[in-house]
């Protein structure tokens, strides 16, 4: 205490202060109401009339809305308030708290401490939203609204705000409507009734919104705008809603390409290759049809993935084993950003840039599909005839599937390419997912840039055509408010927390599930009443119906059994141990797995002059059906 008199005595108030807080219990209870009396009273003088907390919430209020001058003026007007709040939300080492005290004094100590937020937690370095910046708003604008519930409303804005920037994580079920997706009519009357929630602006003019669906229903749903574009009734007219592509179906479709172009059962007998994979560790559900099976599927990737990689690290670390340590006299840190960049380095599939520069070169140009009036390819010829609908047909799916690409690349090892090829591809379809999970959505449409190339060498053109629609739509040819929407509103998170995102055609599909077995269990008494009971059921309700009666009822007379479900550390153990003696990374001359000699782990667009050609009519599509929709 004499340390802190004398403190006291010096007007190092700071010092003093923090030296009662830390060796006195009744200074500690003291310092408490002294906060919560001075933030009381900051909040009663608070002038409403520097800080705006009653915006009206509006289109207007939405396009306008920043963080910043709202930061600023808090900090300005209840400084005591905010800087409580940004150090409560300051992460802070368990030992460094020396004394037990009650909640609302963690506060104090931070203050005391000064351990506030860093400035990268409010805006980075290019003046962006920092992390925990909606968390700070929020319990900020609380705050106010409690003590100001009619003269503050500005927690209705962060919220909006915050729903319209990052995608709302709370799922309403509009129930079941008897029409079939599958038809343009019935996509027509289904967004016919999606009308209703389609928000309007003062001159009661429909406020475009997203409607997100998988690969056939944004293809009907372009259909159907067009369709209704020429109604005469403004009602019928389908403006307001605008169709984007879903990430799950996408997701499927990649990894039946992958699975045709490493699964093949000629390759039974050669180890390392992913068919002998499958058999080896008895991932007896994984086919080649991936339709049938694609959470196994998913698994046995990520298996194989996580194999490989530990594979290459013990080969480029010079270990024999998971538990063995390498020789590093430095930072582990730098030695784990070596080894990945070697990892990434070693098994980057070779681009053929030329074949690149074909499509992108002179864009302004027009490129015929075939440029030998001699040559009778007949679907060249077809193409430059077909509609955009058309286009859209499975036809040249099939003729698309049998490309084989040239490459003039012979390493003599195609064990290596291979090996080499299988992993790059099983890390990007794991940075895809987790791109997804993280509702990273400047990643997710990296991801369907990359994606075009396979969209186009498989033969997908309905996915070329609908990946075109949404990079187009988010470099410009929609408004800004909408590319923002397309970015970041494409996944629900059903479970709440950071990464357990989820793509909303995925989410339809749990729906979609449900609701058939519900209609099952309905035993063909399909009728009106007894088809919207079931779709009622559907999501949380259904649910939270049937942990009740199994928490009440059903777990008296059967328990239920805890998922036996392990991890693949075990298995990635056995997988090294096995795979690490077959040298899979090593160069060595005229080597491959039957069924694939001459493969090669190589980047290049087949026939390039006809994917430019069918880029720039995909771009006149837009064009005309934009003119067509303003009109």
């Not at 915006?55 to 920043?66: A, C, M, R, W």
């Not at 970041?488 to 729906?511: I, K, R, Y």
């Not at 290049?604 to 934009?626: F, G, M």
């Amino acid at each position: 205490m004499d340390k802190a008199v004398q403190a006291l005595r010096s007007s190092h108030y700071f010092s003093a202060f923090k030296c009662l807080y830390g060796k006195s219990k009744s200074a500690r209870q003291g310092f408490a109401k002294l906060i919560k009396y001075a933030v009381r009273q900051e909040i009663k003088r608070l002038d409403l009339g520097v800080i705006n907390l009653s915006k009206p919430l509006n289109e207007d209020t939405l396009d306008e809305f920043s963080w910043k001058p709202f930061i600023d003026a808090s900090d300005k007007c209840i400084p005591i308030l905010t800087s409580a709040i940004k150090a409560a939300l300051t992460p802070t080492p368990r030992k460094e708290i020396k004394v037990a005290m009650h909640d609302s004094l963690i506060i104090i100590y931070f203050l005391l401490n000064k351990m506030c937020l860093r400035p990268s937690a409010i805006y980075d370095e290019k003046n962006h939203v920092g992390p925990l910046l909606p968390a700070y708003g929020t319990l900020l604008a609380n705050i106010l609204h409690v003590r100001f519930p009619t003269r503050v409303n500005f927690m209705q804005n962060i919220v909006s705000v915050e729903m319209y920037r990052s995608g709302c994580n709370h799922k309403v079920n509009l129930g079941v409507l008897k029409e079939n997706p599958a038809s343009c009519r019935g996509v027509i009357e289904i967004m016919k009734f999606l009308k209703q929630y389609i928000p309007l602006d003062r001159n009661a003019m429909p406020i475009p919104v997203v409607c997100n669906g998988d690969q056939l229903s944004v293809e009907r749903m372009v259909t159907g705008r067009l369709a209704m574009a020429v109604s005469e009734e403004a009602e019928d007219q389908l403006v307001g809603l605008i169709p984007r592509p879903q990430g799950f179906h996408k997701r499927c479709i990649l990894l039946q390409d992958c699975m045709n172009k490493f699964f093949d059962g000629k390759s039974a007998g050669s180890r390392g290759s992913l068919f002998q994979i499958r058999n080896h560790f008895k991932f007896k559900n994984v086919k080649k049809k991936t339709s049938d099976c694609i959470n196994d599927t998913q698994d046995f990737w990520t298996f194989v993935t996580e194999g490989l990689v530990c594979v290459l690290c013990c080969k480029l670390l010079n270990i024999t084993s998971l538990e063995e340590i390498p020789d590093h006299d430095g930072d582990i840190t730098d030695l784990l950003k070596h080894t990945s960049e070697q990892i990434v380095n070693m098994i980057w599939p070779v681009i053929n840039k030329e074949s690149f520069n074909t499509v992108i070169e002179d864009l302004d140009k027009i490129i015929p599909y075939n440029d030998n009036e001699e040559a009778t390819d007949e679907i060249d010829e077809l193409d430059d005839t077909l509609n955009y609908e058309e286009i859209f047909s499975d036809d040249e799916d099939i003729e698309n599937n049998t490309r084989h690409v040239d490459v003039d690349i012979d390493d003599g090892d195609h064990v290596f390419m291979y090996t080499c090829s299988m992993l790059w591809h099983g890390l990007k379809m794991m940075a895809d997912k987790d791109a997804e999970r993280e509702n990273d959505g400047l990643a997710m449409l990296s991801d369907w840039k990359t994606d075009m190339v396979s969209f186009w060498e498989n033969g997908h053109n309905k996915y070329l055509i609908l990946g075109h629609r949404l990079l187009a739509a988010v470099a410009g040819w929609l408004p800004q408010r909408l590319q923002e929407e397309l970015t970041w509103n494409s996944t629900a998170n059903l479970s709440s927390g950071p990464g357990n995102n989820l793509a909303l055609d995925l989410v339809n599909e749990f729906q979609n599930n449900e609701f058939k077995s519900n209609l099952r269990n309905a035993h063909g008494q399909y009728s009106d009443r007894q088809v919207q009971r079931c779709s009622r059921l559907v999501g949380s309700l259904g649910k939270g119906i049937e942990n009740i009666f199994e928490s009440k009822i059903m777990h008296q007379y059967c328990r239920k059994a805890k998922s036996s479900r392990h991890s693949h550390k075990d298995l990635v153990k056995k997988f090294v141990k096995i795979y690490l003696p077959e040298n899979l990374f090593d160069r060595n001359v005229r080597k491959h797995h039957p069924g694939f000699s001459g493969f090669n782990n190589a980047v290049v667009l087949n026939k390039p002059e006809k994917l430019s050609c069918r880029l720039k009519k995909y771009s006149k599509v837009l064009e005309d059906e934009a003119y067509i929709l303003e009109d």
